[in-house]
């Protein structure tokens, strides 16, 4: 449920999270108040208002909490990226050179940065990987192999091919698991129950200013509602309007990948 809300367009997740629960909580003060009457719901105001503040503060306390879980995982996955752009890059420089073996080992990165923007990042947003991907991958390390073979590299800088490769397929599997969505079923479901509970306790309350009251209960609706959007647009870093962009790759390939003139 949560990838095919984070799929969405903002404006339709908006329309379908915020608007229409606003829409329907706002509608139903209307009905409890016209069902039950201003005069009895005013008589649990006062009780009703000291449980209400232990309600709202515990799911304050979980809202907030899964913002800030999920919002340091995105900057995680966008970290990833950095690191696997910035690895790719000095392997390039490592790469330098006209004998055969370096030669190949660009071409293995070009198409290892070619396939991960034009195939894993599609894929990544359908909760998947590209096999095309792990088989370049795979070419990588072959033709770091053989520019060891050939003798023509010392090696410390062989070191450091290998473990600027180790980055890139580190940075990959982490991207990878990240996109497959950061928040548990099992905090969803606090979520979004903890949030028809906390705006459905709000039909327990009366005021004589029926407008007065219907706002209030709009704006927390309101409050409520905009946080699980948050969470929702960024709980899946590579899905949806909301989404870390391949340009770190792209600029690496766009600055490396040219043939040789």
């Known amino acids: 449920m949560s990838h095919f809300l984070a799929s969405l367009p903002l404006w339709l997740l908006i329309l379908l999270v915020v608007i229409i629960p606003t829409g329907l909580a706002m509608i139903a003060q209307l009905l409890i108040r016209g069902w039950v009457g201003v005069e009895t719901l005013v008589k649990n105001n006062e009780i009703a208002g000291f449980k209400f503040a232990t309600v709202g503060v515990i799911y304050a306390v979980l809202l907030a909490f899964s913002v ?48 991960a923007i034009d195939d894993e990042w599609p894929a990544m947003g359908l909760e998947s990987e590209s096999h095309g991907v792990t088989s ?10 053989a520019l060891n073979r ?7 800088d062989m070191s450091e091919v290998f473990r600027q490769i180790d980055n890139v397929t580190a940075a990959r599997r982490i991207r990878l698991h990240l996109a497959t969505g950061l928040v548990p079923d099992v905090i969803w479901i606090a979520l979004f129950a903890g949030a028809l509970l906390t705006i ?11 407008l007065a009251q219907v706002c209030m ?7 409520v509602t905009l946080g699980l959007v948050v969470i929702v ?7 949806g309007p909301v ?6 790759l792209s600029t690496v390939l766009e600055e490396f990948g040219k043939p040789p003139s």
């Open 243 to 248: 989404y870390i962009h391949p340009d770190a």
């Open 136 to 145: 370049a991958l795979d070419k990588l390390y072959s033709t770091a192999l």
């Open 233 to 239: 647009s960024v709980d899946h870093p590579f899905t």
């Open 68 to 115: 800030i879980v999920v919002w340091e995982k995105f900057n995680d996955a966008q970290t990833s990226v950095a690191e696997e752009a910035g690895a790719t890059a000095a392997l390039f420089r490592y790469a330098d050179g006209k004998e055969p073996e370096a030669l190949a080992l660009r071409i293995a990165l070009v198409n290892y940065l070619q396939v």
């Open 150 to 156: 050939s003798g023509t590299r010392d090696t410390a």
């Open 217 to 223: 209960t709009g704006v927390l609706s309101l409050l």
């Open 200 to 210: 459905g306790f709000t039909l327990f309350f009366g005021s004589e200013n029926m």
